[in-house]
């Protein structure tokens, strides 16, 4: 089984390859290639290989490149953007490729900067990720001093240059118009849209932003073509994926497995099963942002759309694993204080709902619970809806709520029943 | 006054924005790492050097939880309080910090040596509980080995 995005990741956390020993496991190959075709060209080979975003929303990175103004008349200069703000909680994979193996990070930039004919790139890191920093310091240096980035890449003509923006947090940072606010030094409220980044962005030019996984895929998918890329899945959604497990696994983990992976294998076989004496009782797929799955979705498979049939969303693709000792109230409320204190305060539903959510969660959990709780959490499930705020944080935050009042109501009614946590 | 080194770091910073306002949080984390929190003397001083005024930069500083604008510890313990670590024992390893620091979460303590923040999702959840303190990360913390981890910070 092929794993391109970790085939050059040393196990136990040892130094990455450095630009040489990248180059020599076919390290900038695809750049080398990509250079040789015409921008266009190089669009149609990530379109049709049906690569989507990984940082959660899944959209196809062909579409979003193509709506980017290209041609003499485009805005100038235009913006490439490496979202590495990695914060959605229970997510980690992020990390590894940037720590593991910077310069595919690199590379794809600037071959996806390329395609969209930007000319200057940053790389949105969380400031808490500083093995990342520093490794991606010295692979932006070794890649400048080897006419990779700067002026004129390789005598093509094309010029990047990239910079590496430390953030000084916030998990809104990661929401798309949210992280370009940051990057123009304001508070990192959302933007309306439209119109999209892609036609007016960091400072009104046109700017595309991509999770840290997408971008990795990009060389691959040049260098070896969109048939073995679709054929790495097991489903339409091309490419590989880096799944994880964190809860009380016997293997808690990151994996790099065929996209569309059923969550029975990921959970048995890769996490090793549940701890000895722990029950599992459900799973976030992909993020604190995900719906609820239970035993009943153990074999559906992961990618963007079947999880979506199952409920939920595939999300960053990182599960978080529910047992039977852990409260699921508990777990929810956990949840909704992290939106509720994450969220920035500028649409009315999010402030206010997400507080007074937050604050019916924990009067459960303290054994104030009121039947009539119950109906205003599912009232905030509305009132929070897509539709209804500026950006994704508030419904996001709805999702784990909404299907843990579906799966687990009677836990709920038992916290109000009894006046207390049953699991405390 | 910003001092010449801190002006230095900014205008390194600079180079990589097409506008001042852009560089602030830069400048704020430069500042912050040469005298480890951001004064009302300094907010001025950074809004001097980038054509912002104080209030419109305090706007921003105070946006985000990693720019201190009161005075810390010489150490900052964070404690990740999201979803996995909750899981994995997160509220005993904050009730072995705060009782061995001897404070509650946002304070510092009394010889100014730690202060104590909780942050959200380190991204190690496959080793939770996690906490970082400085530069420096701990996976898979036990609340016995606290004190052995916090002996390294003086």
Known sequence: MEKPLTKNIPSHGAEPPNRKAYENSGGYAGLRKAIRMAPAEVRDLVDKSNLRGRGGAGFPTGKKWSFVPMGEDAPHPKYLVANADEMEPGTFKDRLLMEGDPHQLIEGMIISAYAIQANVAYIFLRQEYKLSERRLRKALTEAYENHYLGKNILGSGFSVEMHLHVSAGRYMCGEETGLLNALEGKRANPRSKPPFPQVSGLWGKPTVVQNVETLCNVSHIVSNGPDWFKNLSHTADGGTKLYGASGKVKRPGLWELPMGTTIRELLEEHAGGMRDGVKFRGLLPGGASTDFLTEQHLDVRMDFSEVQKAGSRMGTGTMIILDDQTCPVGMVWNLERFFAQESCGWCTPCWSGLHWTERMLGAMEEGQGRAEHLERLEFQTKFNAPGNTFCALAPGAMEPLQSALKYFRSDFERHVHEHRCPWR | ?154
Request: proline content about 4%.
């Open chain 2, 1 to 154: 006054m910003l001092a010449p080194e801190e002006r230095q770091e900014i205008e390194v910073e600079r180079a990589h924005y097409p506008t001042r306002q852009a560089v602030c949080i830069e400048a704020l984390k430069v500042v912050q790492r040469h005298r480890g929190w951001v004064s009302d003397e300094a907010l001025q001083d950074i809004g001097d050097a980038l054509d912002m005024t104080s209030e419109e930069l305090d706007g921003v500083a105070t946006f985000y939880n990693l720019v201190f604008r009161k005075p810390v510890g010489r150490h900052i313990a964070l404690i990740c309080d999201s979803v996995s670590c909750w899981i994995m024992g997160y509220e005993k390893l904050c009730q072995g910090l705060t009782s061995r620091l001897k404070i509650s979460l946002g304070e510092t303590t009394a010889d100014n040596r730690f202060t104590l923040l909780p942050i959200v999702c380190l991204g190690v959840c496959n080793h939770a509980p996690a906490l970082m303190i400085d530069d420096d990360l701990y996976r898979d913390v036990e609340p016995g080995q606290l004190d052995e981890v916090l002996e390294n910070y003086k």
